[in-house]
């Protein structure tokens, strides 16, 4: 089983709709939980990030962290033609500053 | 957050010949981190970048093919040798900051090798 699992897509929503992103991960050791998301023929941007279980909210983006199901999520409302790219969770390994990325979900939100 | 660059942002090489990647951060960071991505794929750690020492490469990943330096807190090479089409991908950069080592990427260098 791979430490970290995310369904490559594509994923294809209309503008307006909430796009729901999500990973699982098999180390419940895990604390913090990032999203990075890339343009193509762009570098990783770094998101958001959150820490333990919970909710975040920053503007339309909302991640979610399930400990107890080992599930993280990225929410985007209101979805928009320029939220089209690819979006990787990535988890810090533990006792390490390496980052476990999943495979990435390519996103497209047709106008 | 820091703001990444790397040098050359692509480049088409010849098999057999040698190529160095540059990656300049702004403000100094604590770890520095290189990875391969190939189209399509997700990202790759070839080696953590360490200043003032030999990088630590992960598995698959060895110093002869990909040599690494950090002189200082902000600036890292790598170099991919003896080119093989194999080698063709897009190299990235990341710098770690705070306290949880958040990592910020360069825009990537690709590389195709004929």
């Known amino acids: 089983q791979k430490e970290v699992e995310q369904d490559p897509g594509p994923l294809s929503v209309p503008e307006g709709a909430i796009v729901s992103l999500n990973c699982t991960y098999s180390?419940?050791?895990?604390?913090?939980f990032m999203w990075y998301r890339q343009y193509s023929r762009k570098g990783p941007e770094l998101l958001m990030y959150t820490y333990s279980s919970g909710n975040k909210e920053d503007g339309r983006f909302t991640a979610q962290v399930d400990k107890s199901s080992k599930y993280i999520s990225l929410f985007i409302r209101d979805s928009q033609h320029s939220d089209s790219a690819t979006y990787l969770c990535?988890?810090?390994?533990?006792?390490?500053?390496?980052?476990?990325f999943g495979t990435g979900t390519r996103l497209k939100v047709l106008a | 957050s820091a703001v990444i660059s790397q040098k050359p942002s692509r480049d088409i090489c010849q098999r057999g010949t040698s190529l160095t990647i540059q990656c300049q951060v702004d403000s100094q960071v604590t770890m520095m981190f290189w990875y391969r991505q190939q189209p399509g794929q997700s990202l790759t750690l070839i080696a953590t970048a360490n200043q003032g020492s030999e990088a630590t490469y992960e598995s698959g990943f060895v110093i002869d093919k990909f040599p690494i330096s950090r002189p200082n807190l902000t600036f890292s090479t790598l170099t991919v040798s003896n080119m093989s089409p194999e080698d063709s991908s897009i190299y990235l950069c990341s710098g770690g900051q705070g306290a949880n080592n958040e990592q910020f990427f360069g825009p990537g260098t690709r590389l195709t090798v004929l």
């Open positions: 180390n419940s050791a895990f604390q913090y």
């Open positions: 990535a988890i810090p390994s533990s006792g390490t500053y390496k980052y476990i």
